[in-house]
T-cell receptor
Framework: GESVGLHLPTLSVQEGDNSIINCAYS??????FIWYKQESGKGPQFIID?????DKRQGQRVTVLLNKTVKHLSLQIAATQPGDSAVYFC???????????FGKGTKLSVIP | DVKVTQSSRYLVKRTGEKVFLECVQD?????MFWYRQDPGLGLRLIYF???????EKGDIPEGYSVSREKKERFSLILESASTNQTSMYLC??????????????FGSGTQLSVL
């Protein structure tokens, strides 16, 4: 089955620097990946998603990179701001699957 | 603004009570989900539904049931609440896989405490 995990439970970044949050997955048939941001006391908020036929996708200040060879994806946040402090989850699903499998989360702390 | 709305932000119940958690989405999504989130365990799927009156068990359905009588509403029921069901409950909805709106969108969550 799908197993999705994160490399580090916590990450501290200086304000203005770029952040990179990593995620590994085990199922080579995984077709769809998604990143969420969860602030304290709130529900997860969609950030960006990517399909397995792509290796990069950009949003506003965020970029997701997918390396299918090593089954790894990362979330890059440019010019990290205090408002980016949150827990970030990756999640993945197999082709045609309704179910996402979530990683445990990485807590990003931004140092002013 | 499209959204998933959970009826209660905080809920305190007694052991043995029957508890209803309500969720409504206004995006005409086919799929709806209930997760619970616990420290160190991440999000775990309780039940999901891909159509009205349809339901499927997730990873941890024991002690829970669900109801989907209308497309926009998905209810989670704790038949007899227990202390180990104290948790953050998150409702989510999405369109079918491969569609333009397949991404899972979450509500704000209900923090349930069972005493």
């Amino acid at each position: 089955g799908e197993s999705v995990g994160l490399h580090l439970p916590t990450l501290s970044v200086q304000e203005g620097d770029n952040s990179i949050i990593n995620c590994a997955y085990s199922n080579s048939a995984s077709d769809y990946f998604i990143w969420y941001k969860q602030e304290s006391g709130k529900g997860p908020q969609f950030i960006i998603d990517i399909r397995s036929n792509m290796d990069k996708r950009q949003g506003q200040r965020v970029t997701v990179l997918l390396n299918k060879t090593v089954k790894h994806l990362s979330l890059q946040i440019a010019a990290t701001q205090p408002g980016d402090s949150a827990v970030y989850f990756c999640a993945g699903a197999g082709a045609g699957s309704y179910q996402l499998t979530f990683g445990k989360g990485t807590k990003l702390s931004v140092i002013p | 603004d499209v959204k998933v709305t959970q009826s209660s932000r905080y809920l305190v119940k007694r052991t043995g009570e029957k508890v209803f958690l309500e969720c409504v989405q206004d995006m005409d999504h086919e799929n709806m989900f209930w997760y619970r989130q616990d420290p160190g365990l991440g999000l775990r799927l309780i039940y999901f539904s891909y159509d009205v009156k349809m339901k499927e068990k997730g990873d941890i359905p024991e002690g829970y049931s669900v109801s989907r009588e209308k497309k926009e509403r998905f209810s989670l029921i704790l038949e007899s609440a227990s202390t180990n069901q104290t948790s953050m409950y998150l409702c989510a909805s999405s369109s079918p896989p491969g569609t333009a709106t397949e991404k899972l969108l979450f509500g704000s969550g209900t923090q349930l405490s069972v005493l």
